[in-house]
Structure formats: C-alpha cells, structure tokens
C-alpha cells in the first residue's frame, strides 16, 4: 500500500544517477569490444576517442570497461558490506533495547569494546591477516561496521517500546515475538532505511581507501579504488587517467548521499509531527 | 447487583520500588453488564488501576506489594504471563487515553484490525467499522491512522473491541481527547455497545457529567485510595466523604 502523493526529489535524483551507474557498471562490459584485461601496448595512454570513450591506461586497457568493471565491485562490496552490517547490527541492538536489564549491559559492553578499536586500522590488520581480496575486505568491514545500526537500533528499540502505541498491542494479548516483528520493527525502519543508506556510501569509501592503499582489490581485478591510485602518477602528462574513476566515484558517493538526505527529510520525526500539526488533525 | 461480581479487586497495593505507595489498598468489584465509573483529580492513580487489571505496567519499576486481582477464578497478580496474554486477547479489552498515540502509525487499519481477531471473532473489521458508524469502511482499511480524524481513531479503537466481544471493557478516558460532539457520539456508541454484548465497563473519566448520565456506580479516587464508592445519584446527591464533597462543589454542573 504504497500511496505517496508526491516523490522527494532528493531521493528520485539519487536513485536515477544510481540506476544510471549501475546500468552503466553491469551493462557497459557486455556491450564493449574490450575486456578489462586485455592489453594493447600499441594503444596505451590513448585520450578519450569514439573507440576508447575514457580513453585506455598505461597497458592500453580500455579504462571505461575497467571503471565498470571498478564500479561492480564498489557497488557490491558497499551494498553487501552495508546489509550484512544491517543483519548483524539490528540483532544485537534491538535485542539490548528490547529486553533490557542485564541481556543489555552484556552486549552493549561488547559493543563498547568493539568501539574501542580504531575501525581503520583493525580493517587493515584483518585485511592484512586474510590477504587482500573481496570476501576479506567484506569480512573486515561488516566485523567491524555493525557497531552504528547496534547503537541506532538499540535507542529506537528503547523508545518505542514504551510507546502508547506497543502498549496498546500488549493490551490486546499478541505474542511479543509477534509485536516485535510486525509491531516494533516497522516503527524504526525508518532510522534504520536512513542509516543504511549513509553506511553504504562509507563502505564504498573504505573500499576504495583500501584498494588505493594496494591492500584491496588486487589487478587485473580493478576497483575505483585501485583505478585512482593507478591514475595518480600519470596525472600530469594523462589526466584523463585519474579524472574519470574519481568522476565515477563521486558521482556514485553523491548519489547514495542525495537518497540518505531525502531519507533523513521523509521519516524525520519532527518534521512528520509538523505536518500533522498544520493539517489540522 | 446481588449476583456474584465479575471481577474483584481486592486490598491491591502497587508500589514504586518498595518506598513509595501509587495504589493503596483499593477494593472494588465490578459485576456484569454495568458501568463502573472511576472519578479522581490527575494522579489520583486512575489509569494505574486500569493498567493494573491487565498487568500492563512497567514491571520492574513498579510492582504488586500486596493483595489480589480475582477474574474467574483466577488470580491475575500471580498469575503466569501466556494466562495473562490469553486473557488480555479474549476477555479484557482495553481502550486507551489517546487514540492518535495508541494506534500505530506505520501500520494500516486493516492491519491493526485483523490483529484482534481471533478465531471465535464473527465479524469481519469490515463489519465492525460499519457498526461504529464509520462510512466507506473498506476504504478505511487501507488508510493510515494520520489519515483519520481524532474521533475516527477513537471508533476505530472501539471497533477492535467489538471485534473481540470481551466480557469486561476498560475505557480510560476515552473522549478526553475529543470534542463535544464527538464525546457524545462515542458515549452513545459505548451504551449501544454495552447493551447489545452484555458487557461490563470500567470508565475512568475525571468529567463528572459523564458520570451523572453514563455510570451504573462510580469511584471517588485521591491519592491512591479509593475514599468513596456506591451508585451515582446516592454518591452525587449525599456525598459522604468530604474529598467528595469538594469535588462536586468544585463542578459547575448541577446535578
């Protein structure tokens, strides 16, 4: 039963540069004559032409099939990282704020320590520790990432749980598991959506912070990452190198940014209360 | 009202965290197909009573330091919480103090609805909206409650309670948040109810012109403590205790 009289416009502009990327990142490969491996050392360092429309990298690669090929990673790596976060997250918070007590010193206790652990540099020891590559990388991530959707859910869970609302819903004799499921839950997703969609754009960016230190995804596997460092030194004679994957990457960053603003904008408490308000109800 | 009562509270003691008293010592019995009004000052400990006929109070803050709540037979302060939900679901119903809070707005009515029924419930939440006098019940179904008016969600409130017929309804101030007219409304909706289902209510309300035209027997409550109890024109016309007193002259009704 999705009625909205309107489309927010942050939202509908994020989501259609996003489908824009995301067709360009999983279609673009398919339609190309190249691959992102085969090297052309007659064609290396071409500008952008008709057949190369980003022009090809110092292996005469064509650099738009790599950046897509980059992008599917991006994406995939963020998306995963971001939903396995959720997953984990959202258990252990809305458990703690759910039952309180002891069941919740236990775990934010836990969750504190993890806390306590500089996020970046136990990424890069875990990295480290399993070698470079996808799975490490999500591994690295969503080991430590869950902490924020714990937090989050875990003070929604306690503030809505005391709601007149889920009292009423005890008041009628359903099973808590019940409540909780269909009652509670859909009450915070609307944080929840939010924070998903600021957690994925910041998974991109660990990703790619890691495949520009070389520590991430490992050639001839390219990520916009391992692409803007590659595009680094050729800089001042190529720019083109560089300037397309950080293209790439901020439109992507600022996509996924636009949907969370819009998000924040729709399920904001206050501003739905307003809305009330001024229609008279 | 010679027959045996319903539901009787009997000596019930509710305090917060073994210091201080919120209820002390009420009794009460509350016998089938009768209004019992429950009239006191803000906390006076009203919706504490309410609350503490179905359990439903913060648990580890507030607790049960003596006597007992009897429904058939059974004890409801010992009793184990699966006996209390199924009680809760199929013979307590229970309206709350603000229907624009006590509805969940990110659930549809229909929804919301379909969750009181049980099994034995015979009518459909199609039904039970058209009995409250709801027009175009099938289109409310799909609403959200934001959508409705206060007095739509306080009719939707009490089409749950239709739907679950239960024996003993619990209205705790159900038109303080409503105008008048809707006041009105609802009220008369309440009595039809009443009759039709043979049900009995707990009305806590502190408007006492409610009182003088809905209840069967009213409860002066102060501080935790019931100080007066018996039927409505007796306690109205020869007040006994003097909180009672004040709180008549303290109306600008004339009874």
């Known amino acids: 039963m999705f009625r909205r009289k309107y489309i927010h416009p942050e939202i509908a502009i994020g989501f259609v540069l996003l ?8 279609l673009f490969p398919y339609l190309s004559n190249y691959t992102y491996e085969q090297t052309a050392l007659s064609s290396k360092n071409l500008t952008p032409s008709f057949t190369h429309i980003f022009g090809t990298d110092d292996l005469g690669r064509d650099q738009a099939v790599r950046i897509a090929h980059g992008l599917q990673v991006s994406l995939l790596i963020g998306l995963l990282a971001a939903f396995l976060d959720l997953i984990i997250g959202v258990s252990i918070g809305s458990l703690s704020g759910y039952f309180g007590g002891l069941v919740d010193s236990i775990l934010m206790s836990i969750t504190e320590l993890f806390y306590s652990i500089p996020f970046l540099l136990a990424v890069l020891l875990v990295v480290t520790l399993l070698g470079p590559g996808v799975y490490s990388i999500l591994l690295a991530m969503c080991f430590f990432g869950w902490i924020q959707m714990a937090r989050m859910s875990r003070i929604e869970v306690m503030r809505v749980k005391n709601s007149d609302a889920i009292l009423a819903a005890h008041a009628i004799g359903i099973h808590p598991s019940r409540i909780f499921l269909f009652h509670i839950f859909p009450l915070i997703s609307g944080s929840l959506i939010t924070l998903l969609m600021q957690t994925i754009p910041h998974a991109i960016f660990i990703e790619t912070f890691l495949s520009f230190l070389g520590i991430g995804i490992q050639p001839p596997l390219a990520s916009l990452g391992s692409l803007v460092s590659d595009g680094l030194p050729a800089m001042r004679f190529y720019p083109h190198r560089l300037f397309y994957p950080s293209m790439v990457l901020s439109i992507t960053i600022f996509a996924f940014q636009l949907i969370s603003d819009g ?5 904001d408490q206050k501003r739905l209360k307003s809305v009330e308000e001024s229609s008279g109800i | 009202m010679a027959s045996e009562p319903l539901l009787s509270v009997d000596k019930l ?4 965290s073994k210091k201080q008293k919120l209820l002390n010592e009420i009794s009460f019995s509350l016998h089938q197909n009768e209004v019992l009004s429950l009239v006191g000052e803000s906390g006076s400990g009203k919706s504490l009573t309410a609350a503490s006929l179905l359990q439903l109070f913060p648990s580890p803050q507030i607790i049960v330091s003596g006597g007992s709540i009897h429904y058939k037979g059974k004890n409801l302060v010992t009793e184990a919480k699966k006996e209390l939900r199924e009680i809760r679901r199929h013979n307590m119903g229970y309206i709350p103090q603000n229907p624009m809070s006590a509805l969940n707005p990110t659930l549809s009515i229909g929804f919301q609805l379909r969750e009181v029924c049980t099994d034995e419930s015979n009518l459909s939440p199609e039904k039970a909206l058209e009995l409250v006098s709801i027009p175009r019940p099938k289109e409310l179904l799909n609403m959200y409650p934001h959508e409705l008016s206060g007095g ?3 009719r939707v409130l009490i089409a749950m309670n239709l739907l679950k017929k239960p024996e003993i309804l619990i209205a705790d101030e159900p038109t303080t948040a409503l105008d008048v007219t809707v006041q009105a409304q609802i009220l008369h909706l309440l009595q039809k109810i009443k009759n039709e289902s043979n ?11 409610i009182v003088n035209h809905f209840g069967d027997r009213v409860l002066i409550m102060n501080k935790g403590e019931i100080v007066e109890s018996g039927k409505v024109q007796e306690v109205f016309t020869k007040p006994s205790h003097p909180y009672t007193q004040k709180l008549l002259e303290a109306t600008y009704y004339e009874f």
């Open chain 2, 199 to 209: 049900m009995s209510i707990l009305f806590i309300t502190h408007d006492l012109s």
């Open chain 1, 19 to 26: 489908l824009l990327l995301a067709s360009f990142a999983f």
């Open chain 2, 152 to 154: 739509m969600q306080q």
């Open chain 2, 13 to 16: 003691s509710l305090s917060l």
């Open chain 1, 263 to 267: 998000c924040r904008d729709l399920f």
